[in-house]
């Protein structure tokens, strides 16, 4: 399977705990994004890279997130002190740079705080 | 800001009947335009995009025109079978020119097809 992965599929984790996640891009994509789904609703971006530079954050990503890329082939997500309004799906995308930002998705990672 | 509004579902219709999905978006400059899909139990998946005004993207007997003047991008298929049963989300890229942008995303619209 040459798509993105994501792993977790599933984590559930009590209020307070940290949790991390991590996601495989396509191998030869040099961008990476992470976004957040709740409920209902769209995604919505959290952060980008290109190769390991973090290039864009957004609004959402609180100073309890932190996302890296350090080689710039998989990243992590780390969510620090859970609370219940970090339940959502977490998703990652992967990219080429001059693919037009077609942007391929994992599966995602669906996070359920207690 | 940049957003994307699209119609509230869930759209419920009989298999052959013909689809629309409507889908209207608020940017500055030239955005491109997809449609992505998500299948039960699945990640996204781009299913179409269209990049200028007037381009009509395809696939897989899905269609939308890019429509500047009326901002919107709205989904259309002829006739929508059983496994067309799926939650489809307009987004836009508000700067194509550049890098790595992040999408905008609609809410999503659920399509449940009998047959």
């Known amino acids: 399977d040459t798509g993105v992965s994501q792993d977790p599929r599933h984590k559930i984790t009590k209020r307070g705990q940290n949790v991390t996640f991590r996601c495989d891009p396509i191998?030869?994509?040099?961008?990476l994004y992470w976004y957040r789904q709740t409920l209902g609703q769209g995604p919505e971006f959290l952060t980008y890279?290109?190769?390991?530079?973090?290039?864009?954050k957004s609004r959402l990503l609180s100073d309890r997130f932190s996302a890296e890329r350090p080689k710039g082939s998989f990243s992590t997500l780390e969510i620090q002190r859970t609370e219940q309004g970090d339940s959502a799906m977490y998703l990652c995308?992967?990219?080429?740079?001059?693919?037009?930002?077609?942007?391929?998705f994992g599966p995602g990672t669906r996070l359920t705080v207690l | 800001g940049n957003s994307v509004t699209q119609m509230e579902g869930p759209v419920t219709l009989s298999e052959e009947a013909f689809l629309t999905i409507n889908c209207t978006y608020t940017?500055?400059?030239?955005?491109?335009l997809f449609w992505y899909v998500q299948y039960p139990g699945e990640g996204l998946q781009l299913l179409l995009k269209?990049?200028?005004?007037?381009d009509k993207g395809s696939n897989k007997g899905f269609e939308a025109t890019y429509r500047k003047e009326t901002t919107s991008f709205h989904l259309e298929k002829g006739s929508v079978q059983v496994s067309d049963s799926a939650v489809y989300f307009c987004?836009?890229?508000?700067?194509?020119?550049?890098?790595?942008?992040?999408?905008?995303f609609g809410k999503g619209t659920t399509l449940s097809v009998s047959s």
């Open positions: 940017a500055t400059g030239y955005p491109s």
């Open positions: 269209a990049t200028k005004a007037d």
């Open positions: 191998s030869e994509h040099n961008r």
């Open positions: 995308a992967s990219s080429l740079r001059l693919a037009g930002n077609e942007q391929f």
């Open positions: 987004a836009l890229s508000d700067r194509p020119d550049q890098a790595g942008t992040a999408l905008i």
């Open positions: 890279f290109q190769n390991e530079a973090q290039l864009e």
